[in-house]
């Protein structure tokens, strides 16, 4: 029955090679006289005593000519060279008949091709398909992609309990507990359908969310679900004037029921929790508490299924789960001895080698994905060969890291290479099916490939021109995945149009009536995330557990400046008084920071501690010359806008200082860099403009009406190499307008962009101005950025 008589089995010419085989089949070679017994599990056989059991037809006959010469010994290659050229173009040209090759971009491709040509041989009610592989990634892709068509494969490796529901469930778990409630873990673990904790599954999610939305997101709580209670009896009480509104518009009813989730996990979790000194323990004892907690976890009420065909699948993972705990309490007390932050991956070892099998999936009763071993000796009408990559069909020969090749020679065990041989026969006989095709992709998890040796030797004696037959005749099957993809395939699929800069207008007295200076120079450089913010009513949340950016840090340095300037508005005192006083409102601001976070603790305090000598000494050279100093102060405007619209402008100055000589300076502290004079005088930065017109206008509390424009001076006070660098604002070059009269412009460019939105005449464009956008913007995903700017033609 083999498909290549006259080539290579297991790497080696038939008349040379050993074949395995059974004890009865040993005796059966004594009886009849074949061979001499050469050890166990082989019998020696000659070429001449293979009796062929059937005439192929030609086409099976040219199939096996071809593949016996590609793969035949890399040693007696060489003799292509002998054969009739008119004979190696026949083999050539009807072995490779039925053939098709298809060489995808990456494994995605290469999943979705699969799929395609499995679904057309389903099309016709009398055949059969199979998917063979050895890579379990790539079978799970194309059982995924089949789902689409509602197309259950019968999978005959099953599914391994650490990627089954259960198993899933357990493994989040394992990972909660050693990872002291890391939040992150923690919100995996509550969106997995199986934990019920005693409620049902809609209770868990509201307070789920709840809990996310209340405490999770933003600063990351201290280690453990006692940090976690800490921080959301904080977040009960605290009162934060600038959260986002889905954080504003939780009930009490949403905090108790985030309160009563965390009281049972920490039930849950009470007995299976890591040794602070992670000290080694018995890994079977911890094994009986994981499966205490996974049984309270899964324990709630009965609900409702839907008819879906893998809606019993849990029930076989959760028993298969459980026979595993089961075998682990078997087993002798400390026999297993290891650290608890060991036990994730030795658990998960041990149900990787578990399977769950999809019984109850209704699978497909033509279709199948087997491995190389459940492939043999099976039929089907079309075969597709998946994963022709080297490293993957055939797999790389590894050499134990026990036992080296000399030492595998003398306890009778095989060479690595052998696998390899076995491939390649595996390969020859899935080849026998007249309708193949073969599949590999350029790249997997982002890393080029080769293609297989077995792909390579076919090349290589067939010639570029029959190759490039067998690619053209795979290329319709990545067509019509592209299609599929893209939308444009057959009349049941929506066709998609293709991704443009989004340019919403809704009604203009949706154009919000109160912005700040800030958001004005959004709406110049990006006027979609005014809309998302204001019109759609969307505010970004935090991420879950961050930990304190960059721009946490200059709000501590806004607040310590501006507590120091608060102290002495109107003269400084000694030195050895500023200093004490300076540091000790950063001993403040810096504690929380210090408390939980020493590693930003040790790079921001020096850093801040360069910033405090050049400050003490600015303000010591700059108060002589100041009657006055007024921090963090805020004003409203009530701008007249064309159309008889009034639009009520807001800004809270970081400093505004009046000179001796009545002038007045507004500063603007950046710890990162501040924007460029060509931005400002652009338009694109007119912050430090707009609060020039608004102290003109007498806009801010507690100053009056400015006579004339006041200086404007950026200040960039990063503590690095140059902890304070004062930038006044001067015209770039080419620019010869002054002060005074940016302002107008600006002031005059505000009325004239919010008028076209207050009329209905301006569009909420995405970024347009990409040279002058923002590198992030919390509305960046919700405007899918990513999509139509590669669009040809955008930059």
């Known amino acids: 029955d083999h498909p290549d008589p006259g080539g290579a089995v297991a790497g080696q010419p038939l008349a ?196 996310e939305i209340g405490v999770l997101r933003g600063p990351a709580p201290a280690k453990g679900f006692d940090g976690i209670a800490d921080a959301l009896r904080l977040a009960r009480t605290e009162e934060r004037p600038h959260d986002p509104r889905p954080r504003r518009r939780l009930t009490p009813e949403d905090w108790e029921a985030a309160d009563d989730l965390l009281l049972r996990l920490t039930v849950a979790f009470r007995d299976f929790v890591a040794d602070e000194d992670d000290s080694p323990d018995d890994l079977i004892a911890v094994a009986r508490n994981h499966r205490a907690t996974c049984d309270l976890l899964m324990e709630g009420p009965e609900e409702e299924t839907d008819d879906a065909p893998d809606a019993d699948e849990p029930d076989a993972s959760v028993a298969v789960l459980d026979a595993l705990f089961d075998d682990m309490e078997m087993a002798q007390p400390g026999l297993l001895a290891g650290r608890f932050s060991d036990y994730p991956a030795f658990f998960t070892a041990l149900a990787r080698e578990r399977v769950v099998s999809r019984r109850n999936a209704s699978p497909h009763p033509r279709l199948r994905i087997l491995g190389l071993l459940e492939a043999r000796l099976l039929t089907v009408d079309r075969v597709v060969l998946g994963g022709l990559d080297e490293g993957v069909w055939p797999p790389k020969a590894e050499t134990d890291a026990f036992l080296n090749r000399p030492m595998r020679g003398r306890v009778g065990l095989a060479p690595p290479e052998r696998r390899l041989g076995q491939t390649a026969h595996d390969f020859v006989q899935a080849l026998g099916c007249p309708d193949a095709i073969v599949t590999r992709a350029h790249k997997r998890e982002g890393a080029p490939t080769v293609p297989s040796r077995f792909l390579q030797r076919l090349r290589a004696f067939a010639g570029e021109a029959a190759w490039a037959g067998l690619v053209t005749g795979g290329q319709r099957f990545r067509s019509l995945a592209a299609a599929i993809d893209a939308g444009t395939g057959p009349e049941d699929l929506p066709v998609l149009p293709r991704p443009r800069r989004p340019a919403p207008r809704p009604d203009p007295a949706l154009f919000p009536r109160s912005l700040s200076v800030t958001e004005i120079e959004t709406l110049v450089r990006d006027p979609y995330g005014i809309f998302a913010r204001h019109v759609l009513g969307l505010d970004a949340l935090e991420p879950v557990a961050v930990q304190p950016s960059a721009s946490d840090r200059g709000t501590i340095v806004h607040a310590v400046l501006g507590g120091f300037a608060e102290r002495f508005p109107e003269g400084l005192p000694a030195l050895d008084e500023a200093e004490q006083v300076l540091y000790a409102l950063a001993a403040n601001a810096f504690a929380p920071i210090s408390d939980a976070y020493p590693e930003l603790y040790a790079e921001w305090w020096p850093r801040f501690v360069r910033l405090a000598e050049a400050f003490l000494a600015w303000e010591a050279e700059r108060r002589p010359g100041l009657r006055r100093v007024e921090p963090e102060v805020g004003g409203r405007w009530a701008l007249a806008i064309p159309g008889g619209h009034v639009l009520t402008l807001r800004a809270r100055a970081d400093r505004i200082e009046t000179r001796r000589d009545g002038g007045h300076i507004i500063i603007d502290f950046k710890t990162g860099q501040p924007p460029s004079a060509r931005e400002v005088f652009a338009g694109f930065s007119p912050q430090l ?107």
């Open 16 to 211: 040379k090679s050993r074949v395995e085989v059974g004890p009865g089949i040993r005796r059966l070679g004594r009886a009849q006289g074949l061979g001499q017994e050469v050890g166990p599990g082989f019998l020696a056989v000659t070429r001449a005593d293979v009796v062929p059991l059937g005439t192929p037809d030609p086409a099976a006959a040219a199939r096996a000519g071809l593949l016996s010469q590609a793969l035949r010994p890399a040693e007696t290659t060489d003799a292509w060279a002998d054969l009739d050229p008119a004979l190696r173009e026949r083999l050539a040209r009807d072995g490779a008949a039925g053939i098709r090759v298809v060489e995808a971009a990456d494994e995605r491709e290469e999943a979705l091709a699969i799929a395609v040509a499995l679904r057309e041989a389903l099309e016709r009610p009398d055949r059969t398909a199979a998917l063979i592989t050895p890579d379990r990634a790539l079978a799970l892709r194309v059982a995924a992609e089949l789902r689409r068509w509602g197309i259950v494969a019968d999978d005959s490796a099953g599914e391994p309990l650490a990627r089954s529901p259960a198993g899933r469930l357990a493994r989040l778990a394992a990972d909660v507990a050693v990872l002291d409630a890391k939040p992150e873990r923690v919100l995996a673990l509550l969106a997995h359908p199986l934990v019920r904790l005693g409620l049902t599954r809609p209770e868990i999610e509201r307070a789920a969310s709840a809990l």
């Open 689 to 795: 403009t707009l609060e020039a017109a608004m102290l003109q206008a007498g806009a801010f509390r507690g100053l009056p009406a400015a006579a004339d424009t006041p200086d404007l001076l950026y200040i960039r006070a990063g503590g690095g190499k140059t902890p304070l660098d004062p930038a006044p604002l001067k015209p770039p070059r080419g620019d010869g307008r002054s002060l005074p009269e940016l302002v107008e412009a600006h002031v005059a460019g505000l009325r004239q962009l919010v008028g076209a939105f207050m009329a209905g005449e301006a569009s909420y464009l995405s970024r347009p101005y990409p040279k002058y956008a923002k590198a992030y913007s919390d509305y960046d995903h919700l405007a899918r950025v990513r999509e139509w700017s590669l669009v040809e033609g955008e930059e």
